[in-house]
């Protein structure tokens, strides 16, 4: 197909688009499943059918739904079905399990939304359609059909930070300063189309995820933009790393001029429209480009303002008031660019976690009652993961 396409585009002589505007990230996928069908057991020698293999996720953390779906897509995944009992072989063989290797942060949702497990942790399983039980005595000896339905599948990105800020405030220069991430930097809006994660390395040799999550503009919450696509993958971070232009931003010349202030309130605004609770997770405001002539001196004028924007909420425009005040932790400013003061966030990130892992349980995500329910069904008739 891929091979046609090529062919196609050739032959009328247009163009492929660049390969960074094709690849889409893939955060949802929906799949049908089913489970293998039961053996018929053999009546005569009260035998047993072989149980129908099942479908079932593995975490791992180099996979991702993009390969899911090109393998996947419009076709059903069935489990093998279990073979029949027979006179030589009294108990049949169980059918064969089909695996699909998961991201990790991945949520498996059924067809009326229910949750039936995420995967959070590497090999962690969880069976998304059981096969049917095999012939036997209770069942008249014939196979029963095996669980068959459609799932989705919803990836949130697990990182230690997420990193939230408008276009161009400089969050992919930031990623390239503070990790060895080489993001795709350009003087206009939207440059980056999807979340990136990269590991921040430690000289002792510790190392903290960072997600960059972009799109986030004034109006997100009306779906301006990217609108809220991306903010679910800030979910699951233990802190947020707000970062700013000193300068403000403006999206076009439609558009307000934001100081740099009103872009850190907007930001807190477009957060809070999307879950307040993300206003309770400890956050740091990086305030970036600290290299442009008189940067220095902002800086110092509306430190103490963003430290305390309860304080100044007031004077700014009504219609980009938030209900509530993100409270930052620290406010620090920085170059991407240059690369000054990249150590001190870095040390001063590592730090903030460490207070919150010793607050907090160091587990972001709570097993699920019904995650815990399939790890027992997994136990009991899961899938023999080697
Ligand atoms: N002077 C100066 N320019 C910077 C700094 N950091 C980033 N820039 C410039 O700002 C522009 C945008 O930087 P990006 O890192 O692409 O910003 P972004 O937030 O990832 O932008 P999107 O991809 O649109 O979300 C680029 O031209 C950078 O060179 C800085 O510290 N100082």
Partial sequence: MVFLTRTCYKLK???????????????????HVKGGTGGTGLPKYGGLGGQGGCVYCQGKEDAN????????????ICGGHGEDSRKAQIVGKPGEDIKLEVPLGVTVYGENGTVLGSIDKEDETLIVARGGPG?????????????????????KLIADIGLVGFPNAGKSSLLKAISRAKPRIANYPFTTIKPNKAIIQYSDL???????????????????????????????????????????????????????????????KELELYDPELLDKPAVLAINKLDVDGADETFNRIKDSLTHLGGI????????????????????????????????LKQ????????????????????????????????ERGPQVT
């Fill in 348 to 379: 001063l990130l590592r730090r903030r976690l460490d207070e919150y892992a010793e607050e907090n349980d160091p587990d972001i995500v709570k097993p699920s009652e019904s995650l815990l329910r399939n790890k027992k069904l997994t136990q």
């Fill in 13 to 31: 002589e247009i163009k492929l688009p660049r390969k960074y505007l094709r690849s889409k990230f893939i955060d949802s996928v929906r799949l």
């Fill in 65 to 76: 739904l993009r390969t899911i779906m090109s393998q996947y897509r419009a076709r059903t």
């Fill in 135 to 155: 012939g036997n005595k209770n069942n008249n000896f014939l196979g029963h059909f095996g669980q068959n339905h459609h799932i989705r599948l919803d990836l």
């Fill in 313 to 344: 909420i007031n004077t700014l425009p009504e219609e980009i008031r938030p209900e509530r005040i993100i409270n930052f932790e620290d406010v620090i400013g920085i170059s991407a660019l240059k690369g000054s003061n990249i150590e001190d």
């Fill in 206 to 268: 510790r190392q903290i995820s960072i997600a960059d999550l972009p799109g986030l503009i004034e109006g997100a919450h009306e779906n301006i933009g990217l609108g809220h696509k991306f903010l679910k993958h800030v979910e699951r971070t233990k802190l947020l790393l707000f970062i700013a232009d000193i300068q403000g931003f403006q999206l076009s010349p439609k558009y307000p001029k934001r100081s740099c202030i009103e872009t850190v309130v907007l930001l807190n």
